[in-house]
């Protein structure tokens, strides 16, 4: 059978179920082969505009052999089968086998379906020998990198349509339900009990990593770790994970989510306090030899000689400034390296410049994987810099990020508790300002936090300027002990359309420029307001108080709130008539 142009492109196999329950009937069928014809177009985003290149038309085999039982509205049975994605060469795997079988198991759950492409022949054996286990034999025609693309949607669709009358979870190996509701005692018995709101197709549960670069060794089992140093939490739609109650009732599942559900079925979030998905992974891929001193460097004012774990006595100024960048940015970037001599070039005191770009500098685009680095970087330039400040007495510590970088800052802050200063210029937001619980830059992450807004949201899009519906990379929600908002705090004169060098790296020229030009950002007038995440304050007022932005803000007076003063499109950024004498 060919079916032309799949709704979902890069996950052909999505559609078989789909396909076969709504348009073949209850008919039992096997079919040996299945086709879907690639559009001519591929549509994208990159840096959040869209893209589309032409390609040319292709096949993409799905499952060698897939047999269905009865598409069926009964649902008789509530043993819950857990369905595993594809395995192949595993060995490695046996002792986390062991644990998720055997935590499962513990849970009240006694049906598991492992899908075959080329398992170690050790596992395999020892997984046959389980009187609760499956093996289906998964021969796909793609090479082993392309199965958690491909593979793992036509495993997900070949399992619903086997187990349609029985509730199915779709977990990894590394990922464990725990319930978290003292009303529920097993994984089962909530099934149980959700299953009883007979509108409910699916459940979905929100994703809690733990990251294993950061435990000291791997204990077993992982569940009941007690050192589970690192953890990052996601959202729903972002890495979570679900159970489907009625399998019979979803018209369109994808990995993370239900897309579609028959008319009068819905999808139903679980709180954080009834269930969480706990998630053991090495951290978007980075590892130990990412945790490195070679990616932080050390300048100095007479000296300007790379940091080593040898020259440690070289530190012999009172203030250590620790610079790192965001997104698409590296350790050399051209900013980086002005703010570092600029830095230098003002005082008597070490500048440190951290590199991530392993983590923040990911093609093709992944921005929300870089997201989520932040807090792998944060976590673990806290314990560089809780030692440098253990081990030189009267050291003070200045943290200044920009983007992603302020929130890798604000981490660390927050977990060494050795900063004297952060400097958030222009913090990141998509990611982080619409959730309650994330890990952004906080005021309370350093005695005293001064944030500079340039690339907030702002409510229309300028189709002269603007190329895409996401219109900002900042926020303009306020982060710090004192937040400014430099014309406002969005869209700024002469930065134009939504290039990394737009609006939100305004914040840097301005931070830089203010190092040799004291006094020049000076400000009296308050914003008439709290700027929220789609609502800038465009009204100003006076204050008693003067501040000024940038590299000689201080906490003198202990001023705080959200402060407006304008600039010009280009140096010297201050308006004359604006400039304090």
Same mark, same amino acid.
């Given at each position: 059978?060919?079916?032309?142009?799949?709704?979902?492109?890069?996950? @052909?196999?999505?559609?078989?179920?789909?396909?076969?329950?709504?348009?073949?009937?209850?008919?039992?069928?096997?079919?040996?082969?299945?086709?879907?014809?690639?559009?001519?177009?591929?549509?994208?985003? @990159?840096?959040?505009?869209?893209?589309?290149?032409?390609?040319?038309?292709?096949?993409?085999?799905?499952?060698?052999?897939?047999?269905?039982?009865?598409?069926?509205?009964?649902?008789?049975?509530?043993? !819950?089968?857990?369905?595993?994605?594809?395995?192949?060469?595993?060995?490695?795997?046996?002792?986390?086998?062991?644990?998720?079988?055997?935590?499962?198991?513990?849970?009240?759950?006694?049906?598991?379906?492992?899908?075959?492409?080329?398992?170690?022949?050790?596992?395999?054996?020892?997984?046959?020998?389980?009187?609760? !286990?499956?093996?289906?034999?998964?021969?796909?025609?793609?090479?082993?990198?392309?199965?958690?693309?491909?593979?793992?949607?036509?495993?997900?669709?070949?399992?619903?349509?086997?187990?349609?009358?029985?509730?199915?979870?779709?977990?990894?190996?590394?990922?464990?339900?725990?319930?978290?509701?003292?009303?529920?005692?097993?994984?089962?018995?909530?099934?149980?009990?959700? @299953?009883?709101?007979?509108? *409910?197709?699916?459940?979905?549960?929100?994703?809690?990593?733990?990251?294993?670069?950061?435990?000291?060794?791997?204990?077993?089992?992982?569940?009941?770790?007690?050192?589970?140093?690192?953890?990052?939490?996601?959202?729903?739609?972002?890495?979570?994970?679900?159970?489907?109650?009625?399998?019979?009732?979803?018209?369109?599942?994808?990995?993370?989510?239900?897309?579609?559900?028959?008319?009068?079925?819905?999808?139903?979030?679980?709180?954080?306090?009834?269930?969480?998905?706990?998630?053991?992974?090495?951290?978007?891929?980075?590892?130990?030899?990412?945790?490195?001193?070679?990616?932080?460097?050390?300048?100095?004012?007479?000296?300007?000689?790379?940091?080593?774990?040898?020259?440690?006595?070289?530190?012999?100024?009172?203030?250590?400034?620790?610079?790192?960048?965001?997104?698409?940015?590296?350790?050399?970037?051209?900013?980086?390296?002005?703010?570092?001599?600029?830095?230098?070039?003002?005082?008597?005191?070490?500048?440190?410049?951290?590199?991530?770009?392993?983590?923040?500098?990911?093609? %093709? *685009?992944?921005?929300?994987?870089?997201?989520?680095?932040?807090?792998?970087?944060?976590?673990?330039?806290?314990?560089?810099?809780?030692?440098?400040?253990?081990?030189?007495?009267?050291?003070?510590?200045?943290?200044?990020?920009?983007?992603?970088?302020?929130?890798?800052?604000?981490?660390?802050?927050?977990?060494?508790?050795?900063?004297?200063?952060?400097?958030?210029?222009?913090?990141?937001? %998509?990611?982080?300002?619409?959730?309650?619980?994330?890990?952004?830059?906080?005021?309370?992450?350093?005695?005293?936090?001064?944030?500079?807004?340039?690339?907030?949201?702002?409510?229309?899009?300028?189709?002269?300027?603007?190329?895409?519906?996401?219109?900002?990379?900042?926020?303009?929600?306020?982060?710090?002990? @004192?937040?400014?908002?430099?014309?406002?705090?969005?869209?700024?004169?002469?930065?134009?359309?939504?290039?990394?060098?737009?609006?939100?790296?305004?914040?840097?020229?301005?931070?830089?420029?203010?190092?040799?030009?004291?006094?020049?950002?000076?400000?009296?007038?308050?914003?008439?307001?709290?700027?929220?995440?789609?609502?800038?304050?465009?009204?100003?007022?006076?204050?008693?108080?003067?501040?000024?932005?940038?590299?000689?803000?201080?906490?003198?007076?202990?001023?705080?709130?959200?402060?407006?003063?304008?600039?010009?499109?280009?140096?010297?950024?201050?308006?004359?008539?604006?400039?304090?004498?």
């Amino acid at each position: 059978m060919r079916f032309k142009d799949s709704l979902v492109v890069f996950s @052909i196999n999505a559609t078989i179920r789909v396909l076969v329950g709504n348009y073949l009937g209850t008919k039992r069928l096997a079919a040996s082969e299945i086709r879907c014809i690639l559009p001519l177009k591929y549509h994208s985003k @990159i840096n959040f505009v869209k893209i589309r290149l032409p390609l040319k038309p292709s096949y993409e085999p799905t499952v060698k052999v897939m047999r269905s039982h009865s598409y069926s509205q009964d649902f008789n049975d509530l043993r !819950t089968v857990v369905c595993i994605r594809p395995v192949y060469q595993s060995r490695h795997l046996m002792s986390s086998l062991i644990e998720f079988l055997a935590y499962y198991v513990v849970n009240g759950i006694n049906r598991f379906v492992f899908y075959d492409y080329d398992i170690d022949h050790y596992l395999k054996q020892f997984i046959s020998s389980l009187n609760f !286990t499956q093996i289906i034999p998964f021969r796909l025609t793609f090479d082993p990198q392309l199965i958690h693309a491909f593979g793992q949607m036509a495993a997900i669709n070949d399992c619903l349509l086997r187990h349609s009358n029985s509730p199915v979870i779709l977990v990894d190996l590394d990922e464990f339900i725990v319930v978290q509701n003292p009303h529920n005692s097993s994984v089962q018995s909530m099934i149980e009990r959700e @299953i009883r709101n007979k509108s *409910v197709s699916s459940l979905v549960i929100n994703n809690r990593f733990f990251c294993n670069e950061f435990q000291s060794q791997h204990h077993f089992p992982r569940i009941f770790s007690h050192n589970k140093i690192q953890d990052y939490f996601w959202r729903s739609g972002d890495r979570s994970k679900i159970i489907i109650l009625r399998p019979n009732t979803v018209i369109d599942v994808w990995i993370h989510s239900v897309y579609k559900s028959k008319t009068g079925f819905l999808s139903k979030e679980l709180s954080d306090s009834e269930v969480l998905l706990y998630h053991y992974r090495s951290c978007c891929g980075i590892n130990q030899e990412f945790v490195h001193l070679e990616h932080l460097n050390l300048y100095f004012k007479t000296i300007r000689d790379d940091y080593s774990e040898d020259n440690t006595g070289l530190l012999g100024t009172n203030r250590i400034i620790i610079v790192t960048h965001g997104f698409e940015n590296k350790i050399d970037t051209d900013w980086m390296i002005t703010i570092k001599d600029e830095l230098l070039r003002h005082s008597d005191q070490t500048v440190a410049l951290v590199g991530w770009s392993r983590g923040a500098h990911l093609l %093709p *685009v992944r921005y929300r994987q870089a997201a989520a680095n932040t807090e792998t970087v944060g976590v673990w330039l806290a314990g560089y810099v809780q030692q440098m400040n253990l081990s030189i007495v009267g050291i003070e510590i200045w943290g200044i990020g920009h983007s992603l970088g302020a929130h890798v800052i604000g981490i660390a802050g927050r977990n060494s508790r050795a900063f004297a200063r952060i400097t958030g210029l222009d913090p990141a937001g %998509p990611c982080f300002e619409k959730r309650k619980d994330t890990k952004e830059l906080r005021k309370t992450d350093a005695p005293f936090v001064d944030v500079i807004h340039t690339d907030g949201y702002f409510p229309w899009i300028d189709p002269r300027d603007w190329i895409s519906p996401v219109n900002h990379y900042g926020t303009l929600i306020p982060l710090g002990t @004192i937040d400014f908002y430099p014309n406002y705090g969005y869209k700024q004169p002469g930065a134009i359309g939504l290039h990394i060098a737009g609006s939100h790296t305004r914040a840097i020229d301005l931070f830089i420029w203010s190092i040799a030009n004291p006094g020049k950002f000076r400000t009296y007038e308050l914003l008439d307001g709290v700027p929220e995440f789609e609502k800038p304050v465009k009204e100003v007022k006076r204050d008693n108080k003067c501040v000024e932005m940038g590299f000689h803000c201080f906490f003198s007076n202990h001023t705080t709130g959200c402060y407006y003063l304008e600039t010009n499109s280009s140096e010297p950024w201050t308006p004359v008539d604006k400039t304090a004498k």
